[in-house]
């Protein structure tokens, strides 16, 4: 692997930086060349996934360029390490004929764009520029958002399940921009999160009781859909209230339904309970929330998110109750 890769962080203070992870000395030769007409750029090569990943977590480039084909580790799998390690750092995949479904896949997995290598000696150094453009500034706005402190929001929702996923995508954002999470704890934050709205939505506002699951979900879902335009279910809203410190997250889910009497709530851990459609849904809010408690009437309830020990390296890291 050639020379030094970066200072701390990607591309902070210094030329931008290009790791090259490619197995073939002929093609990093080509590249290489390629990448020389641009004149403003510093070039680093690896010679498989895991050299290319050792150095990233060493020193964060600007952009990693992959080939997909490689020993140890294809380029699949170093965009998708790459994005769950350092999601500040983009990753564009080069890729052969006839690879079109590894491109769609690779954009799946967290890839900022493809180059089809035919296309390498036209297309490279334009789409470097567009990614390192959409990268230099999504890294100001990192370093911006460092400086926050605070971050409260409020949300009133209608009974529509469709919107509880943009709500909870926002919310893991939020946790992983506060520093509170990575992302494999903000994807869990996010999953107790989902659970409480949709009990909010369905046992809450539309008064949908989980027995009607107990042989599959067809008479659940279609009861739902009949209370959401009949009264008094159909004027109900699902207020929540979203506070976020550099120690920790608190969500407050309240539903205009009657309540449930909270003393009723079964042990989620206990094996019966666990075969109910609810238990999965109540066990894994208690587990992956750090605190969950309800009022005493039972229709609001309070989650709660202590900050995460960091993990990964560098700035492109970040850091790290019961259902009705």
Known sequence: MAGPIAQNTPAAHELPVILVADDS??????????????????????????????AVAKAPPSVVLTDMNMPKMDGLTLVEKVRENFPLVPVVL???????????????????DYVPKQALAHDLIPV?????????????????????????????????????????????????????????????????????????VY??????????????????????????????????????????TTTGATFV???????????????PTDPEFLERPSGRGVLLMRTFMDEISYNDRGNVVTLTRRLAPASGAGPAAFREGPAR
């Open 25 to 54: 000395l002929l093609e990093q030769k080509y590249v290489g060349r390629i990448l020389a007409q641009q004149g403003g750029w510093r070039v680093a090569f690896a010679r498989n996934g895991e050299e290319a990943l050792e």
């Open 94 to 112: 080069m890729t052969g004929s006839g690879s079109e479904r590894v491109a769609v896949a690779a954009l799946k997995a967290g890839a900022a």
């Open 128 to 200: 470097l520029e567009r990614v390192l453009s959409v990268g230099q500034a999504e890294y100001r706005r990192y370093r911006v958002l460092q400086g926050m402190t605070r971050r409260s929001s409020q949300f009133v929702l209608e009974n529509d399940p469709a919107l509880v996923p943009p709500l909870v995508a926002q919310f893991r954002e939020d946790l992983i921009e506060m520093g509170l999470c990575d992302l494999t704890g903000a994807t869990r934050a996010g999953i107790a999160l989902e659970e409480a709205l949709l009990n909010a």
């Open 203 to 244: 046992h809450g506002n539309l008064e949908v009781s989980s027995d009607l699951r107990q042989n599959g979900d067809e008479a659940f879902h279609q009861l739902a859909r009949e209370r959401r335009s009949l009264e008094p279910y159909a004027a109900r809203r699902v207020r929540v209230t979203a506070r976020l």
């Open 253 to 267: 889910i309240a539903d205009e339904g009657p309540g449930f009497d909270v003393s009723k709530i079964p042990d």
